[in-house]
């Protein structure tokens, strides 16, 4: 377990760096992340490199037994660097350079930049590759963070030709794949293709603009590859990840956490803008964080330590929050806390972006509490290694179908992620935990796999589906699902595409339901009726064999009786299909329903709302279970295990039940499995 | 009549276009729209002309006695041609290119783009010039739409700076005209004058403004006029048309139809914006689409048939609703109705507008529905033919009004064009049929004029209203009317300028409502009280020998019990002046007590909401009628016409009293004129 | 007293000219505002310079005993000049020429647009800088308008870096100053150095984006300083003056202040977008521009005559209203009323800017009510001279800080300038006399200080403000301040930074309060609780001899029970701060607490609502006093002064309780002081 801050000894002066590595040792930290902002430091003039003090704050930190985690600083390449050439900035989708100010102005596809890139990361790797304070490697920062995965310069438009040459065997193919032939918009040669930059308006193709953002991101990965080979080269036993911002989408993270030793998070749980789910808004991103590999635990390289802000502040952390959320963290998989910022800045855009210590440097209340959870994690630490979350149900989240649906919402207002997110809210707040995986993960050991918005999938896809469920698992997908090929073409085949055996229902009409027009939806397990908005599909149930159900059924309009969600039998598994968008209550009771055929229990049954329970389970030993119980509201609640247990903190037995106070977290060990945690023991 | 779709068979493997054209000739087809955007497919390199594939279709279609409507394909210039010079492009304000990917992104002043335009419209009109099966051109296609009438490239000004030359004898006439004085403005010779492009701030001299929105229309016009004359030149026998759509307003249509034989509308009743007034909405289109020429019938070249949506989908059609919106078309006089399209594109930006056939490609519940309407159709035809909708009342749009009010508002979020409509939403719900047209066209025949906004008019236009109103004539307008003059300056005449002695009123004082500061009226004829909002003026009644009367004074502010409302006697007419903008019930008030005046009256009395009423009459033979009878609601309603009648489509006696489905229509024809349809045989 | 209008003879035929005359001195005008913006009139092309045309309508004027304000008409330059090099424009965040058409589009440091203006102004000075009828300058126009003092052209950059250059004494002062250490933004060289263009996100370094601030506004500055000084050589006894607007903000008044020998105004009272708090919309103009130059009286150059209106009109005046708003601004401190302006273009983009005279150019309503003031003022002026407004409380607005709110508003939504009002609307609703200082005022004669947001403040500025409790003041500050040092760094030293002694608190915590979170406060004295939003400081009273003592405190959150507003004795006088922004109610219990204190009182006790009354009193001789009361509710309300008064306009001896009518006016003198109007004889 490694617990630490992120520190920039480059703000501060070099007298202060020897009393701030002292505070640190004082609260338990083991590690920090430094120098990935640090370019101008390091390289002050070109070709001139200067390591000389970071080799003396790492000297320091070591005396102090703290580790360094580094950062390569290419997210913030110098001015002198910039003014070589103008063309290695970003162009917007105007064509306008996006200036020197503020970070990321270079552009992922042009060379000369990325010959800079290799020497700062090489002389870096070949300096500190065989230190062995230095334990792993950041690549870049936040791949994808305010809009600077796609740029619009020639060079990019260049490389997205040569990627388009390396897809495509022709310029017909490329024709074809996109249908340019409406519009009169086909290409002869392959020079005549572009960039979906700025025209007569703003809808391009939507071949060609999917596969721009393919082109983006996988431009990113690429960068990324060019060091992580440099790092490959010079380092030794040294681990390499990246920070991704769990929901930031312009990059596949799925396919950047593949060179990756581990992937890494920031995550920032109480922003201004996510007042109301806080918990579930950060839960999630932990949790896609663990699936961009598959499951596996990661590290936080930058946890909220305070009010974050640029130009206007979020929320100040109550007392106890801090710790909150970092026990949040750890029950979800990381395996590494490092705080941002140790001291907050004076200067700078981020000078409102609070850390540990406030402006003045002086330890005060968020030191002490950063300083008790340094203290519990010293006993915690042998219990967590080699534990992590373990879930039966898996959610697919796929970038592609969620660019597909950023470039044609179909219903005005509709966005992929927060109806993905809907689904997401049924398992936080039932307690369930979950993956959110890659539609190309490995569905191996799930019993339910929750598939929204599947648009658009792989045939390779499409067959581990039909082969998940023919094996016994259940898989719940909704409207869309099958409406589209891999080229983002609507499929010519009768909806819903590869999906109709599976689901054993036809599509023939479909539509918008307007904002003021919500329609009613029966569900006739429960007779209950909830309201469906966005989308209706008009289902057929095909006349196979083992035929599909109504679940639901719809209450008005010219479809009145007809399905409105429907499931079968097929193999030894089950497949659902949702043709509407139900409202909370309705869709939650179709999902109630599923996941009790499915035997599928929560962490805690009877869990008062707002307290969360997670269990890290021994990887190579099943039986060492950690439970955290975690209390997000503001008032002390009662929770009732009904059986003995070993405060993990305190090395007290606790009876069954306790009180847990608001911010307030317990983690506990068992002696004994039993019944009434079925999740726990499961 | 002509009845079909548009086709693109470019779109589709050749094997399935006989496929097609059977399921065309099943559904009573008789025309086709083909080729609008094939340019790159006619043309697929400089001076490479390809019509063996266009012309194999046009040879399947005439198997199926399907005839062809073709398109000039100049919306959509190839990426080899835009290649070439890519001064062909549009600049936006800023000077940005409006680039490859969406249509349209040419400018029309570009005299090589010109001079492409040139050789494919030679090079088809030759080819398909004498062709039998070709019944017809539609030049380019929707003039106007996304804001590609208005261009800002250099050779825009230099054609501007032509433009000038021509309309003003000099530049101290320019100055003159526009008031450059002001702010030190003034232009010393011709290549002084500019653009209005993006400036300190966007409001420039009204003068200059309302010149390039003249310029801009007329560019497209002259755009228009190049490919009008090659095919008067090469066809025989073809009519030559053009796609509006009604309310796009950068482009003055009264013009542009001048020199067409008839104009055409493309016609969407069922967005996604409209929700509330759709019969309206759809009406008000046909209207001044009729309205383009004076009055005249007109085609509907796309004819919604199917959820429209680009990345956003507007409303699928509910069963019936096609048909529905197919009569309204006729009843307000289509002669054709092409609906757009025959099948789902799989691809590109459209593949969510929706046609006939779903993407699959098999016929479904659209398909049926238009086929019955061409069953129906076959049999109406002989009695459609030389018939035409009459109107005793006109609507005066003027575009140079609109634009003038776009330019300055007046009040914070005024509008010309929705003002227009609650005048015609007075019609449309009392079920009175008018004509929307040019302040330029012919008053002959019509007993009501209404003219709102007519702030500014040409002496010519004056002269006439005052000869209507003398010769018996009511003619209602309102605020701003006679305020400028037609250079776009204010008059230095006292209020209302040229129509103070039409009017006998003087405005010295006027001013904006405020949002809620709504003033009070009452009508002086039935004691009522209704709100007035945006704007008021101080209205005197001149001392002249017959006196303006007041018909509504103000009950507020610092001139209250002054007129708000005035009517004068003139001639053996009345002239009405409105000098506020009237809520929804105060303004019915007043032109229920001109109309009963007038002895004008609705098509049909006592008609439920939502249902329309319209009638074509002979245009020889005036005995000859069809009254139209649509339900827009969602129930049934009880119509009862007091008399006998036939239904043209059963070809069965009805008695007057019958009942009308929800979304159905009925078609009459009378043996005997009956008092109890007043229009119907008025 | 001046009163006259703007004239602009160049807009009107020659014939007119006399006539206007005529009019304007019935109408008892003495002055008249010309020129500019008559560039192109005055050199028609480059180095012809026509003056003949001036010099006439100078010599009709002086014949009506009528004196000029000459404009130098450099916001207008002509074409021919801008076409002489395109470089001479502005251009904007993205390099985007901001072109011609309106006006104030050129670069204020562009050498060769100054030498252009070195010229003009030269010529005009030569001409009429010994014109005895010719009474004063008005520099350029309303610095600061429509965004135009922030350029971001090459040789804005240039001289960007010169500003920096002689601000600071090498390139490591700046990057330490503005924290460049930050994500790799140090500078090496000068030439590195950049404006703070468009780029990734527009959050610059914020020490960078101030001094750009800070240099725009030296610039303009600059610019107005070229012009003074031709001025100051080449003419004898004219005044120099510019016209600015209270609110605008890029430009800092104090400084452009400073070269002047008086400042102006311009006010349009009743814009659309003040509905509610018209006549502290004004006031607090009237009074910001007094404190321009520390509290002295200054020209009203535009006074608004009609409705205001570019493409949207604000509203009309009504009867009464112009004669209002006029004697507002002569109690407030006008020393000249000059009309904006004498008659309605008929043309132009200001064609909706209403004069006294409507466009037709004969006396109506307007005239007449602006005639009847100049009757009025012929009786005043004689009054009104050597008098001047008296204020005892001094509010500081400081254009640093709200230059750093806005770069940076902390909270979403929150401004500076809107917190400030809330001050102000105290004080005015109260009746209670204020200047709008500098913080680099002289506070000497001042009994009350309130500086909201004084995040940073120079040393002098602390040092004084201490001094100014020490001897006695009562200084009122809120959250920030002390936060910041002068570069716009957040400070190291413990919150409130300098002002921690003088206010005996210490700030260890803060954060924001968001929307629909507010906040509990009690007032210890009246024991009332109000809600505070956008901010809490948690306040730890300092363990000081002489302690500081809550005034109120928190009701709810974790810092419930603590401060929220404090107060210390300090010298002989008193420091308060207050650590949110409590509601109205609250904010105006504490004032009132203080300022009962304090013993300051309004002009008049008792006045209704909408009611206000000012005093001018004799600068020498401070027994002369003018007391105005003028009402701006639409009712007649009684006043009761419980004294014997004479009013000054009829010369009628007035008991001390009289009925003033909806817009009326009185002014009135008094024999000898009363107790009962404790401000007109303190």
């Known amino acids: 377990m490694y617990f630490g801050a992120c520190y920039y000894p480059e703000h501060w002066p070099e007298e202060r760096w020897e009393a701030d590595a002292q505070l640190m040792k004082e609260a338990h930290f083991n590690v920090v992340r430094m120098a990935e902002f640090a370019w101008s430091r390091l390289e002050p003039s070109e070709g001139e490199f200067d390591f000389s003090w970071l080799d003396r704050i ?9 580790k360094t985690i580094l950062g390569t600083p290419t997210a913030g390449p110098p001015k002198w660097l910039m003014d070589k050439n103008p063309d290695m900035y970003q162009l917007d989708i105007y064509g306008r350079t996006r200036g020197f100010g503020a970070r990321r102005h270079y552009c992922f596809n042009n060379s000369e930049f990325q010959m800079y890139t290799e020497r700062i990361v090489t002389q870096m790797a070949r300096h500190y590759g065989t230190n062995s ?25 260049e490389a997205f030709i040569g990627w388009l040459r390396w897809k495509y065997d022709s310029i017909e193919a490329v024709n074809e794949a996109w249908g340019t032939v409406f519009s009169s918009q086909t290409y002869r040669t392959w020079d005549e293709l572009h960039l979906p930059a700025y025209a007569v308006h703003q809808h391009h193709n939507p071949g060609l603009a999917l596969d721009y953002r393919r082109f983006s991101s996988d431009s990113v990965n690429e960068y990324q590859r060019l060091q992580v080979n440099i790092l490959r080269h010079y380092t030794t036993g040294q681990l390499i990840t990246h920070n991704a911002m769990g929901k930031y989408n312009q990059v596949d993270f799925y396919d950047v956490s593949k060179e990756l030793d581990l992937i890494s998070l920031d995550v920032y749980p109480n922003m201004k803008s996510e007042l109301k789910e806080r918990p579930a808004y950060a839960a999630e991103q932990h949790d896609m964080t663990r699936g961009f590999k598959g499951g596996r635990n990661y590290w936080v390289l930058e946890h909220q330590s305070g009010a974050p802000g640029a130009v206007e502040m979020a929320p100040t952390p109550v007392p106890g929050e801090l710790r909150r959320w970092t026990y949040q963290s750890i029950a979800r998989g990381a395996d590494a806390i490092v705080y941002f910022r140790w001291r907050t800045l004076p200067y700078s855009i981020e000078e409102l972006w609070h850390g540990i210590l406030q402006h003045h440097g002086e330890p005060g209340r968020k030191y002490e509490e950063v300083k008790q959870v340094g203290m519990e994690l010293m006993k915690l630490a042998p219990l967590l290694s080699g534990t992590s979350p373990r879930a039966r149900v898996a959610l697919i989240r796929c970038y592609n179908n969620e660019w597909a649906f950023e470039l044609q919402p179909h219903r005005e207002g509709y966005e992929y992620i927060k109806h993905f997110e809907t689904y997401y809210a049924y398992f936080y707040e039932r307690g369930i935990p979950v993956d959110i995986l890659s539609p190309e ?7 339910l796999l929750v598939a929204p918005n599947l648009m658009m999938a792989k045939e390779e896809t499409v067959h581990a589906l039909y082969r998940f469920v023919e094996d016994g698992g259940y898989f719940i997908t909704d409207f869309r699902t099958g409406a589209k090929e891999w080229n983002n073409q609507i499929t010519q085949k009768r909806l819903p595409g590869m999906f109709r055996d599976l689901l054993g229902i036809g599509i023939e009409d479909y539509g918008i339901i307007e904002g003021d027009q919500a329609v009613g939806i029966r569900n006739l397990h429960t007779g209950r009726v909830s309201t469906a908005n966005m989308w209706y599909e008009v289902i057929d149930l095909l006349p196979l064999e083992s035929a599909a159900e109504p679940m639901a059924v719809y209450t008005s309009n010219y479809f009145k009786d007809t399905p409105a969600v429907t499931r079968r039998a097929y193999g030894k598994g089950c497949g659902v299909y949702i043709g509407t968008v139900p409202d909370k209550k309705g869709l939650f009771g179709i999902l109630d329903q599923i996941v009790s055929e499915t035997g599928i229990t929560p962490t805690l049954f009877g869990l008062p709302e707002g307290v969360e329970a997670m269990v890290r389970v021994g990887t190579d030993d099943r039986r060492r279970k ?12 009662c929770i009732n295990l009904d059986t003995m247990c070993r405060d993990a903190l305190t090395d007290r037995t606790v009876s069954g039940a306790f009180v847990l106070n608001s911010q307030d977290v317990r983690v506990l060990t068992f002696q004994q499995e039993t019944k009434s945690i079925p999740m726990l023991f499961g």
């Open 58 to 66: 790492i000297k320091i930190m070591e005396k102090y037994s703290i």
């Open 133 to 157: 304070n230095v334990i792993g490697w950041q690549i870049d920062n936040e791949f994808g963070m305010i809009d600077t995965a796609r740029c619009y310069c020639r060079c990019c438009c």
């Open 441 to 447: 993960a490995d569905f191996t050991g799930y019993e």
């Open 626 to 637: 950690l439970l955290f119980v975690i209390n997000h509201t503001e008032d002390a609640v």
